[in-house]
């Protein structure tokens, strides 16, 4: 195996200069060994896998002989860069080395959808741990949002090689199920606000066709913002999506009545749902299986809005513009579908969908107010694993704060540490919120703990591999 490999040692204020981290970067090397790590200083540790991919290494010189094994989130594949990571932030970072945990982590060896390239960096990155270091006493995966469906695809797939795992605000509906929720809010834009237009949703075929569609819907919805009927149809996606009305921590939060600011701030979200996932990032995953992996063939989408938790200020932005919603979710029901192509769909599902056959425990967390990867993916996941007989390894829990990922360190630390006492003891102890919020302020009282008692409600479009519906549901 190909690599390079740095050494430094750390004082014990870990902020330094980058002129002082380079100089530190560039000494002589010591190669790394098991016995290294316990010589008194700490070892970083930066190298290639044979794929192509970089990894990371922290290890503190007072291992407690956990290593936590983490997967970084979605790159797109026009990224200009695409470093190893072994930690969502530098705060987590520092917080997790100094109470002793090894933090690794890989860079994936391509971009986009690329779970077949990061499930085995990943792994090969925990061998190449294990080559240095020894075999850590207990190995956590964890990962944030696409990092957390690859973090579920190795606790699925590769459980021998883990003790336990943690996905946070992760993409637990599965593949399958994100690329049919993301397609149900610009078809609803393009019927209700631009009926006559040749915007292509599905079947992209290149980055600049994807661009070009992307540009003519995001124009088509700043317009329609501008007009009280285009904001109640803005908000009607919104709701097939379920975009909660207030989704940036940036944002002032609406009250619970205050259908306008929410439908602001959910406009917010659907431009950026516009800008990437919706056309750019699907004309990536598109090319990776070949096709099409997306319908809404016999989708009832006024059951649908029925099940949102949006459906009242949806109701109440129509009333207010005076508009039909019946109509325009007949209009909507009445258009013409989209198919999917059967082999992309089976390609998406075998890669990128879960059974929920767990055989170590996994804890999931997901913060309330998420636009990117709705907390009603929680759900999706549960229903996976309750179908495959595995609920008494999951646990759930919430973070009322509005944003993709917008954890505090103390909050991820309480998630760890509640998740690493379940796999020393072999029992769940302290998932409520009262418990989690404990931990959180025992690990960094500084920070936020903000766990709640929270329920999300259906995944407007559940498509798992435990449920033999699913798997022939086109």
């Avoid at 994936?108 to 085995?120: E, F, I, K, R, S």
Wanted: proline share 6%; hydrophobic share 40%; net charge positive.
């Amino acid at each position: 195996m190909k690599s390079r490999t740095r050494t430094r040692t750390r004082t014990h204020t870990r902020s330094r200069s980058l002129a002082c981290v380079a100089a530190l970067l560039l000494a002589a090397p010591l190669a790394p060994t098991a016995q290294a790590a316990g010589t008194g200083t700490d070892t970083h540790l930066e190298g290639s896998l044979p794929s192509g991919a970089t990894y990371l290494m922290d290890v503190p010189a007072r291992w407690n002989g956990t290593v936590l094994l983490y997967s970084h989130g979605y790159r797109p594949s026009n990224a200009p860069t695409n470093p190893a990571m072994n930690a969502p932030d530098d705060a987590t970072k520092t917080l997790l080395l100094d109470r002793g945990y090894a933090l690794i982590g890989s860079s994936y060896a391509t971009t986009g959808w690329a779970v077949t390239d990061a499930v085995p960096d990943q792994l090969a990155t925990l061998d190449s741990f294990t080559g240095r270091f020894g075999p850590a006493r207990r190995t956590i995966a964890w990962g944030t949002s696409y990092g957390g469906l690859v973090t579920t695809a190795i606790a699925e797939r590769h459980a021998d090689r883990i003790d336990g795992s943690l996905s946070t605000c992760g993409l637990l509906q599965g593949g399958v199920a994100n690329w049919n929720n993301t397609l149900d809010p610009v078809f609803a834009l393009k019927t209700l606000l631009a009926p006559g237009s040749a915007i292509p949703l599905t079947g992209l075929e290149s980055e600049a066709a994807a661009a070009d569609a992307a540009n003519a819907m995001s124009a088509v919805v700043s317009g329609a913002q501008g007009t009280a009927e285009g904001r109640a149809r803005i908000a009607l996606a919104a709701a097939l999506h379920n975009i909660p009305g207030w989704n940036d921590p940036a944002q002032p939060r609406p009250g619970a009545t205050d259908w306008d600011a929410q439908q602001a701030n959910q406009y917010q979200a659907v431009m950026g749902l516009i800008a990437w996932p919706a056309f750019n990032w699907r004309q990536e995953a598109e090319d990776r299986v070949g096709g099409n992996m997306s319908w809404n063939t016999k989708v009832d989408y006024a059951a649908m809005l029925g099940r949102s938790p949006l459906h009242k200020e949806v109701s109440e932005l129509y009333a207010k513009a005076g508009l039909s919603l019946t109509a325009d979710l007949t209009s909507l029901n009445r258009a013409p579908r989209i198919s999917a192509d059967a082999g992309a769909v089976a390609r998406m599902a075998r890669t990128s969908s879960f059974t929920g056959r767990l055989t170590k425990p996994q804890l999931d967390i997901h913060t309330t107010g998420d636009a990117l990867i709705p907390v009603q993916a929680e759900n999706a996941h549960r229903r996976a694993v309750t179908a495959a007989g595995s609920s008494r390894l999951l646990r759930q829990a919430y973070v009322e704060n509005a944003g993709h990922c917008s954890f505090s360190r103390a909050e991820l630390a309480a998630a760890l540490h509640t998740l690493e006492d379940r796999v020393t003891t072999g029992r769940w102890r302290g998932t409520d919120p009262r418990a989690l919020n404990a931990r959180a302020a025992k690990a960094d009282s500084t920070a936020p703990a903000r766990y709640v008692s929270y329920r999300p409600t259906p995944y407007p479009r559940p498509y798992d591999l435990a449920h033999p519906a699913d798997r022939h549901r086109r």
